[in-house]
């Protein structure tokens, strides 16, 4: 269950022609299977369309802002400063807890599937992830399987490069009963040397489970 608003930047990138190769593939797969994204990609590029044809030359004058501008921009910036230290913070507190569940004892398995691809299974401290990687033309298809994990916390998905870079896969928001999702990554399997998960972007591993290929 891929969360729609990850991908609302990358729709008026693409739509503006500025959008990474990497990047659009995964947009790409994502408007496949998202009639609302793909709507708005239409949508933009109609926009993005329309722009070439604006003259400038045939506006009378500069508008001005409205004077309450400056004041909600000011307090907007000062809220975004709150919220990033408070996110600090919580990173450096689960960040503890991160490197806590990475030296308990966990249990990982990784299988080779045949043609299909990988299938990943992770167990440690009550939480069980499984997952199946198939190879496409356009990256790899993640059909994942989660449960134990914190209860309305939100994880981010993505696949590990050799060079310790990540693909991001998705996200979902964690259910006590567990979910089974559908997700996508612009990057080969082959190239890829283990499946993670993560709470904000760039931030430290919940888990980290290696691929073997």
Known sequence: MTNCRDYHSLLG????????????????????????????????????????????????????????????????????????RRRRRLLAWTGGLATAAASAAAVVTVLLSGAEGHTVTYGAQGMQISAQLAARQWGTAVNLKVSGLDNGQRYLVWLERGDGSRVPAGSFTARGMGLTMELSAAVQGDDTVALGLSTVPGGPAVLRAPISH
Not at 14 to 34: I, K, S
Not at 36 to 62: I, K, T, Y
């Open 13 to 84: 990138m693409h739509a503006l022609g500025r959008l990474p190769e990497a990047e659009m593939a995964t947009l790409l797969a994502h408007t496949d299977g998202c009639p609302a994204c793909r709507a708005e990609l239409d949508s933009l590029d109609q926009v993005a369309g329309a722009l070439g044809h604006a003259n400038p030359d045939r506006v009378a004058s500069s508008p001005e802002p409205p004077p309450w501008l400056r004041h909600s921009v000011v307090t907007a910036v000062g809220v975004q400063h709150l919220r990033r």
